[in-house]
């Protein structure tokens, strides 16, 4: 079972800036990234990255903003978050899929197969 660990989440102003990591059991040629959910809403892909090809997918509403990067040695996702918006608000899970697939993209993350107990990120005014 693959399992996947988050960390970097918090409180900032808008504006400011954070850097969500997430640590995978296993880590191989697959796809991964980033989902979000914020109170009273459904779920929203983020970002996702093919760590085999190092393509990269984000969501519409955070291009340019968030960047997908990962170190292979240390098995671990980012995502840099800047110009953090008061609708970024919500919590947010780390995804990893068994391999690649036709829905390797932001809006594949939150159907992947494997999700980590996600992280608390609030940007307030």
């Known amino acids: 079972q693959v399992q996947l660990v988050e960390s970097g989440g918090g409180s900032v102003q808008a504006g400011g800036s954070l850097r969500l990591s997430c640590a995978i059991s296993e880590y191989s040629s697959r796809c991964m990234g980033w989902f979000r959910q914020a109170p009273g809403k459904e779920r929203e892909g983020v970002a996702a990255?093919?760590?085999?090809?190092?393509?990269?997918y984000y969501a519409d509403s955070v291009k340019g903003r968030f960047t997908l990067s990962q170190d292979n040695a240390k098995r671990t996702l980012y995502l840099q978050m800047n110009s953090l918006k008061l609708e970024d608000t919500a919590m947010y899970y780390c995804a990893a899929d068994r391999g690649w697939s036709i829905a390797c993209d932001a809006a594949g993350t939150p159907d992947f197969a494997y999700r980590g107990q996600g992280t608390q990120v609030t940007v307030s005014s």
């Open positions: 990255i093919y760590t085999g090809a190092g393509y990269t």
